[in-house]
């Protein structure tokens, strides 16, 4: 006998998709028919005010999951996997921006992964200018403080596995960022991510994404994330910017002034002292954690 095929649970989050969520499954299920891939499709729709919800009604094979207000992209997220039947999990965007026909390069390239994403890296990527400008940004800020080279830090199209996700749930918030912190947690865990480069497609219909907003938004999840993980990429550099402040007024002090110890010197020891001191308690306070996450 061959070895049986795994099962997977596709999620798809949709809010406000009447135009294009009817053509995004059918691909799916093109894809799952043509490469005989086991899996049921959930669709959540998080409180839609266009006819999204009556055209997922419509759509026979598939799960639907309705949420009676709009609770963000994240919930949607966290409520399918929750509701998942099977432990390797797929989401995509309902947007129409990745295409299925990707789903099973992530598939191929999963056998000993714990994640694989869909990097936003392709040929053909078409997204506008200034978010990815802001894309970059923040990439390079993550990059930094986790550590690792990070192709695509959002992207709405990954696999991974619905035990590793559980882990980490209390960490992902409710909004977009919900992806970017599940990137960095894993990351931050020492857990293997793939990227595998993929296109980006216009998507159909408005952006919900607010570029200035949602830049701010990821700045500081990348942050807190970081902070909660690895205090210390954040505090010792901080703690240095004082450090040498303190060194470098102390020099002019003693060279130009009539007095050596001006004041600001000290107050500025002081302080770079007590964010180095806060940032060793903030490391030794996220290692017990990590050691009660693994017992």
Not at 60 to 65: A, D, N, S
Not at 76 to 104: C, F, H, M, R, W
Not at 178 to 194: G, I, N, P, W
Request: charged share 20%.
């Amino acid at each position: 006998m061959g070895r049986q095929k795994p099962w997977f649970s596709i999620i798809i989050p949709v809010f406000n998709e009447e135009k294009v969520i009817k053509k995004v499954i059918q691909e799916i299920k093109t894809v799952l028919r043509q490469q005989k891939i086991k899996a049921e499709i959930i669709t959540v729709n998080d409180g839609s005010t266009d006819t999204s919800g009556k055209v997922l009604q419509k759509i026979k094979g598939i799960k639907i999951i309705n949420h009676s207000r709009n609770q963000g992209y994240g919930a949607s997220v966290k409520t399918g996997v929750l509701k998942a039947k099977n432990e390797n999990i797929i989401i995509i965007d309902g947007d129409g921006t990745y295409s299925p026909q990707d789903i099973p390069l992530l598939i191929k390239n999963f056998a000993d992964q714990d994640m694989i994403v869909g990097a936003r890296t392709g040929k053909k990527i078409q997204e506008p200018f200034s978010r990815k400008i802001m894309k970059k940004i923040l990439i390079l800020l993550a990059n930094y403080l986790i550590n690792e080279k990070i192709p695509d830090l959002n992207s709405g199209l990954r696999l991974f596995k619905k035990e590793q996700f559980n882990r980490f749930l209390h960490l992902l918030p409710s909004g977009f960022s919900c992806t970017s912190t599940l990137t960095l947690s894993f990351l931050a865990h020492d857990l293997s991510v793939k990227f595998i480069p993929i296109n980006y497609h216009h998507r159909v219909g408005k952006s919900k994404i607010k570029p200035i907003r949602d830049t701010i938004n990821f700045t500081s999840l990348i942050l807190t994330t970081i902070l909660y993980f690895n205090p210390l990429k954040f505090f010792v550099p901080l703690s240095l910017v004082f450090f040498f402040s303190s060194f470098l007024i102390g020099t002019y002090s003693f060279f130009f002034l009539p007095k050596f110890m001006d004041v600001s010197t000290v107050i500025l020891f002081f302080a770079g002292f007590q964010i180095l001191s806060i940032g060793i308690l903030a490391d030794l306070i996220s290692k017990g954690n990590a050691k009660l996450d693994q017992s």
